[in-house]
Each structure stands twice: as structure tokens, then as C-alpha cells.
């Protein structure tokens, strides 16, 4: 293996204190992110050779940036000088991506100013043997989505294994396309899918029983995994270059806690993690970006189906007790947690 790419945009995230707090302690926490960010940070924690492709202006915070980055193991060479901006969002402690109170502010950001023909793409991917990407960055503006699609063609000409995290962002959809209209296209050059029976049927139009539609709490006597390996093999239906289907499922557990499990689809068959309970949650940001970190890591090394499954579950579960967007586990906490569930 040479290398894993990960593409999107890179993000700071602002995290005040609620009831404005942060406003009478005169300060705010700021973390560098944005999930293929924090899938690269995984990859190279792990040991693996990850590079990021994102676009930043040319002043001396983003040089700052760069080099936090380049110091966790990553290389920075292909990101992209341009534009004027760097994109923030702002999430209440305590909150996480899909809850209301995120704010958004990353219009006109470098990496949204992105237009088709500007990135030489195979010297961006010279050496690259895996292309990751996710749904938050064809939601930003159609130009992001049309240079999503440019990058997929080129990498996929380059016989380049391509995973997709199907990230839905809401807030961001706003220039007129829904994301059906969108990810369908991208997601046929995709080897890798991972999301879970929600976000396929928002992103890709893959048919959800009703049920789950009306009410996204957990219904006890459902069997979520046998709807997922049904909407795992419509997937791989619809987009016959997909060989791995994977769908996370995380609920709230005991009002403050999380139960959280995951499945693996691939050659008619499903693969499932044991089922991780914790009490409490340190942070929620960035634990599926953690999974798809571990996916990524497991099936780079062509290791058996259970054996991928088992450590993503397992270091997404870790990173639900680390403050900050990105895992810093070793491979050997990871194992440890596990070794706690089988």
C-alpha cells in the first residue's frame, strides 16, 4: 500500500460554553478539523501513509495549520494555496453535528471557491493508492460537487481504491440541488460506502421502511440489522463498483449515555461488531470519522471482513471519550477496548 488521500475542507471549530459562558470567561475553545481531516489524523496515528488534499489562503494562520497538521504524521504537500478564507463552524459544547444549535460559517471559504480545472489531479494523486472523501463536501456549492466529480474520474482512471462517508449535513444543501441529485453520480466510483440506513436514504435515495422515517429514536424490537443488509445489497445494486457497504448505529442509552454497534456487508454477507455501551460521552464529533478511519485502516491491509468491523467499532467507540475532533488512540488502546466486548 502507498498511500491513502483524503480530500474535503478543512474547518476550525469553535466550541463556547453554553448560556453564554464564553462570552463572560472570554474564551472559546478552537480545534482544527473537518472529517477527512480526522480520518487522516486516524490513518497516520495508526501508521499508516496518509496525505490531505484541502485548500487554504496563503497567510499565516493557515501556515500555522499546515504545520500542526504536518506534525501528527500527514502529509501536507498537495494542499491547494487559494482563496481568502478558512471555514469555521460554531457547536455548543455538549452538542454534536446533527444537533440544531450548529452555525455554519463557511461560505466563500478557499476550499468552496474550488473551480473544475484548477488542480492538476494526478499530481495530487501521484503515489495514492486509496481517494476518501465525504457528502459534506458536494454539499457546499455546485462548483465543490462538479470538482468532487472531476477528482472521482481522475482517481478512478488511476485504478485508485475510492470510500465515500455519507455525511449529511442539512444546514449545508442551500443552492438548489437536493443531495439525490448529487451523490448518486459520485457514488458510483465508490469501492467503499459507509453511512448508515438514514443518511442512504436521504443521500442516495435507497428506499427506508416508513418506520424509521416518522421517528429517528431507537424502536427497541426492531431489527436495524436486517434492514441494513437489505439496504446494504440495494446499494450495491444501484452501484455495482461498491464491494463494501458499511452502516453504523449509535443511540442514546440511560438519557447521558450511547449504545453504539456496526455492520460490514460485502460478498452476501454481513459482518457484525459487538454492541459498546457507554454512560457518558467526553465528545460526539468526529466518531464516524474515527469508524471510517478504521475501515479504511483494516481493508487497506486486506484483513479479514470481522477483523475490519471489530476495530473500527471499537476505536469510533474510544473517540466518543476524547475531547476534540480527532482520535489520538494508538492501535494498541484500540485492541484493549476490544478485547473488553468480544
Not at 464564553?22 to 472529517?35: D, L, N, R, Y
Not at 448529487?182 to 428506499?207: F, H, K, R, S
Not at 460521552?281 to 478504521?294: Q, R, T
Request: proline letters at 3%.
Amino acid at each position: 500500500m502507498n498511500k491513502v488521500c483524503c480530500f474535503g475542507e478543512l474547518l476550525l471549530r469553535l466550541s463556547p460554553k453554553a448560556n453564554g459562558v464564553w462570552i463572560k470567561e472570554t474564551s472559546m475553545p478552537v480545534f482544527v478539523g473537518g472529517a477527512e481531516l480526522n480520518v487522516a489524523t486516524a490513518l497516520a496515528n495508526w501508521g499508516i501513509n496518509a496525505s490531505y488534499f484541502t485548500a487554504l489562503p496563503e497567510n499565516s494562520l493557515a501556515n500555522d495549520i499546515k504545520n500542526y497538521i504536518a506534525d501528527k504524521g500527514i502529509d501536507t504537500s498537495v494542499i491547494n494555496t487559494s482563496g481568502e478564507r478558512i471555514g469555521t463552524y460554531y457547536l455548543p459544547q455538549g452538542a454534536d453535528l446533527k444537533n440544531a444549535g450548529v452555525i455554519y460559517d463557511r461560505a466563500y471559504s478557499s476550499f468552496a471557491s474550488l473551480k473544475v480545472g484548477q488542480i492538476d489531479w494526478k499530481t495530487v494523486l501521484k503515489d495514492v493508492s486509496w481517494f476518501h472523501f465525504s457528502a459534506i463536501s458536494p454539499a457546499l456549492n455546485q462548483d465543490a460537487a462538479d470538482v468532487c466529480l472531476e477528482v472521482l474520474k481522475v482517481a478512478s482512471e488511476m485504478n485508485i481504491t475510492i470510500s465515500v462517508d455519507l455525511n449529511y449535513r442539512s444546514k449545508l444543501w442551500k443552492y438548489g440541488k437536493k443531495p439525490t441529485e448529487i451523490m448518486p453520480e459520485l457514488a458510483q466510483y465508490c469501492d467503499v460506502i459507509m453511512g448508515n440506513l438514514w443518511a442512504a436514504n436521504t443521500l442516495l435515495g435507497i428506499e427506508i421502511d416508513p418506520l424509521l422515517l416518522t421517528s429517528l429514536e431507537k424502536q427497541d424490537a426492531y431489527d436495524y440489522p436486517a434492514h441494513g443488509k437489505a439496504t446494504s445489497e440495494a446499494i450495491q445494486k444501484a452501484f455495482p463498483k461498491c464491494k463494501f457497504v458499511a452502516n453504523t448505529y449509535r443511540f442514546d442509552h440511560n438519557k447521558t449515555g450511547i449504545e453504539y454497534y456496526t455492520t460490514l456487508f460485502t460478498e452476501g454477507n454481513q459482518y457484525q461488531s459487538p454492541v459498546f455501551f457507554a454512560d457518558s460521552v467526553v465528545d460526539k464529533i468526529g466518531s464516524g470519522d474515527c469508524f471510517m478511519g478504521g475501515l479504511i485502516y483494516g481493508l487497506s491491509q486486506k484483513q479479514e471482513a470481522q477483523e475490519v468491523i471489530n476495530f473500527a467499532a471499537a476505536a469510533a467507540y474510544g473517540k466518543l471519550q476524547e475531547y476534540g475532533d480527532a482520535t489520538q488512540q494508538k492501535v494498541e488502546a484500540v485492541k484493549l477496548i476490544l478485547e473488553n466486548y468480544l
